[in-house]
């Protein structure tokens, strides 16, 4: 009896359900490649695909003050999450992570900052801030000049004191000619 009233349902069903095939499962609206642009924000090693725009220790100094010393702590010297400033540009036997020892390249440090700062509200730091957060956390360990202005050009040249001492997770995705200096 289930059999063939499941049957007659598919019979009846059938033609109604078979004209809506060619249309797809209605699960949404294709997305544009400007929608994908958006999300499509990788920065890898080398500095490919930093976005336009530049910042300075001063300004970031600022945006730090405003949105990132809560966490951080003054002068990132460690609030009620890392800190960003002040462990040697080696590993500490306590094992602080900071900018200095813990980050392979400049541009890693931007990455992150524009995809997860500030916490909870990640993604919302224009590009001009991202950039002045990565000069201010660099200055603060001496890893660039105070009057430094960071962009897409002069960011990827930064070499991190640590970046030697890092195994790559992912080989193909160093800078072309890094492999060499692992």
Known sequence: MFTSRLA????????AWASGADSGPNL???ITPADLATWSINVQPDGTNLPPGSGTMAQGA?????KCQHC?????????????????PIKTIDGTRTIANFWPYATTVFDYIRRAMPWPQPR??????????TAYIL??????????????????????PNRDNFIPRFPDKLPRGAERDL
């Open 124 to 133: 919302s730091l224009t590009d001009d801030e991202v950039y002045a957060l």
């Open 8 to 15: 007659a349902l598919v019979l009846a069903t059938g033609p």
């Open 72 to 88: 951080h702590g003054e002068n990132g010297k460690g609030g009620v999450n890392a800190a960003l400033v002040g462990a040697p």
């Open 28 to 30: 949404g609206t294709p």
């Open 62 to 66: 600022a945006v730090y003050a405003q």
């Open 139 to 160: 200055a603060q360990n001496k890893l660039i000049g105070e009057k430094d202005v960071m962009n897409a050009q002069t960011l990827p040249k930064v070499r991190m």
